[in-house]
């Protein structure tokens, strides 16, 4: 069914609905304005709520066949329609067009992964005329509050895990980059009964009154640990269920061993790619001294290659970053790292080729940052400490590999990590004492969607994906079923 990518509404009980009010965000690397969206009220999260808790009674009995069903006939026409909604996700988030396209095509590889799992009912005990039966229940209604980072493929997962396990669901975009999230629910309706799959973009008001609303039963967040910390104390007034996909500041533990040239265009990659606005970036690289003046050299140089510019300009390896806000923050890390935290071996002040000023709404530029790489700034230093989220990256020196290992450990994040090095056993023994919910071995950010993915301490609660991901969906309930009551005096 043929759909247009250049009007949009919530989507609540199957119907598109508007607002008296709209906003629109802007394209990052213009400045330009994105067209009008929704704002919505209150009454609109009612009406949101309440179609998808009719939906749910009706949604929990189908089976989990007939769920997978439409949610790969869903994930089909999605990717039938990839190049739009490649084009959109490039204007609304900058990202590069292959990169916007690889992001929708991730959406179908990962999804038909995730799907292949199924929950059924477990049989604990069947002896002596008894049963015990594990099951899982739906919850009802989730929410699901999404970043503007990668809100494709976050928006989906989130819709996926609800629908599979019988729940139905109201989404939110991040304000930065509603319309891919806001078209994704448009098209669902041709594949789920009304109510089941709902969205509302709104303002700064809509999460906090997501979290507070009785009737949602589970939110489902991705974003900042500073928002997971407000979104957790919100839920915890009506014991919402929750995960929380929350920060990261993933080191890199790169050994005396490594083919130097191959392993420092990989880090580049992983650390630069989406112009480092990946929770799962590598964030803090711990080179061995051995290697250390080699590797950064060669670090350098494979940054320098990465192309900077409009997602839609052939070539393109970095788009802006998101926002104003986004540019500010990651332009205060530049600040502090001028201060003697470090040596700016690449970027630096060069690297913000356009200083974001309010006045220049609607021109021609936008939020560009060039990679900077920063050598040797203090451990306490906030490079080290903070996330940036942005294209800048400190490269430390280790020599030992226990103060590694305790380095690498010494932060309140522990989402993701990797370890490189020829010496693959020394590398896994390394990888298993990191504290952290993901770690690789020669690769990162790797993802399979049978591998539950959550952080640990301040980088999450709860996982997404594999079957914990699907279970933190459900209620669990053990069944106890006797043929005959026995006598228990
Ligand atoms: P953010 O926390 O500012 O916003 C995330 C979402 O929460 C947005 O939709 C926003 O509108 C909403 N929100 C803001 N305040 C809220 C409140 N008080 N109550 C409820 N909802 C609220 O994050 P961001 O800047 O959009 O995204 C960047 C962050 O997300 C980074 O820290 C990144 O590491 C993290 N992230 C984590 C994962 C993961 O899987 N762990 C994935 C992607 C991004």
Redesign the pocket.
């Known amino acids: 069914m043929a759909m247009n990518f250049t009007t949009f509404t919530n989507i609540i009980d199957g119907k598109a609905t508007t607002t008296a009010e709209t906003r629109y965000s802007i394209n990052p690397s213009t400045q330009e304005p994105n067209p009008p969206v929704p704002v919505s009220t209150k009454q609109d999260l009612d009406a949101a709520v309440d179609a998808a808790r009719r939906a749910s009674k009706g949604w929990a009995k189908t089976s989990w066949e007939e769920r997978k069903d439409a949610l790969l006939k869903f994930v089909d026409a999605v990717l039938e329609r990839k190049t739009e909604f490649a084009g959109l996700l490039t204007r609304e988030q900058g990202k590069p067009l292959s990169f916007a396209i690889w992001e929708v095509e991730a959406v179908g590889r990962q999804i038909a992964a995730l799907a292949g799992i199924k929950l059924e009912d477990e049989v604990l005990l069947d002896e002596d005329g008894r049963k015990v039966i594990k099951r899982y229940v739906p919850l009802g209604v989730g929410g699901a509050?999404?970043?503007?980072?990668?809100p494709v493929v976050?928006m989906m997962f989130k819709i996926s895990h609800a629908v599979l396990t019988g729940n139905t669901i109201v989404c939110?975009?991040?304000?930065?980059t509603p319309y891919t999230g806001l078209k994704l629910v448009e098209l669902a309706q041709q594949f789920f009964p009304p109510g089941v799959v709902n969205v509302l973009s709104g303002d700064?008001n809509?999460?906090?009154w997501?979290?507070a609303h009785p009737g949602i039963d589970k939110i489902s967040?991705?974003?900042?640990?500073?928002?997971?910390k407000?979104?957790m104390e919100?839920c915890s007034r009506t014991l919402k269920r929750l995960t929380l996909?929350?920060?990261?500041k993933d080191p890199a533990i790169i050994l005396p061993d490594v083919d130097v040239a191959t392993v420092a265009t990989q880090i580049a990659f992983y650390s630069f790619f989406n112009s480092g606005?990946?929770?799962?970036a590598t964030k803090r690289i711990y080179v061995h001294s051995s290697i250390a003046k080699e590797f950064v050299r060669a670090l350098v140089v494979a940054a320098k290659n990465l192309k900077v510019g409009d997602g839609l300009d052939k070539g393109v390896f970095m788009g802006p970053v998101n926002n104003s806000m986004?540019y500010e923050k990651v332009m205060g890390f530049m600040e502090d790292v001028k201060k003697g935290n470090g040596e700016i071996v690449l970027g630096g002040d060069d690297a913000a080729r356009f200083r974001y000023k309010p006045e220049d709404k609607g021109g021609k530029s936008g939020f560009f940052i060039d990679p900077t790489i920063v050598f040797n700034p203090e451990e306490g230093s906030r490079i080290m400490k903070e996330?940036p989220?942005g294209p800048i990256l400190p490269v430390v020196t280790w020599e030992d590999e226990e103060e590694v290992i305790r380095r690498a450990n010494d932060s309140e994040l522990g989402?993701g990590a990797s370890v490189w090095g020829k010496d693959v056993e020394r590398a896994e023994r390394i990888a298993r004492r990191i504290e952290a919910g993901s770690v690789w071995v020669n690769e990162h950010f790797a993802g399979l969607a049978v591998a539950p993915?959550?952080?640990w301490k301040g980088?999450?609660i709860g996982v997404?994906n594999g079957k914990e991901g699907l279970v933190g969906w459900c209620n669990l309930q053990s069944l106890y079923v006797r043929r005959e009551v026995k006598s228990v005096l």
């Open positions: 509050i999404v970043p503007w980072n990668f976050l939110k975009p991040s304000p930065f700064d809509l999460g906090p997501m979290t967040f991705t974003g900042s640990s500073a928002t997971g407000k979104v919100s996909e929350l920060g990261g606005q990946i929770c799962i986004q996330e989220f989402l993915f959550g952080g980088s999450g997404e």
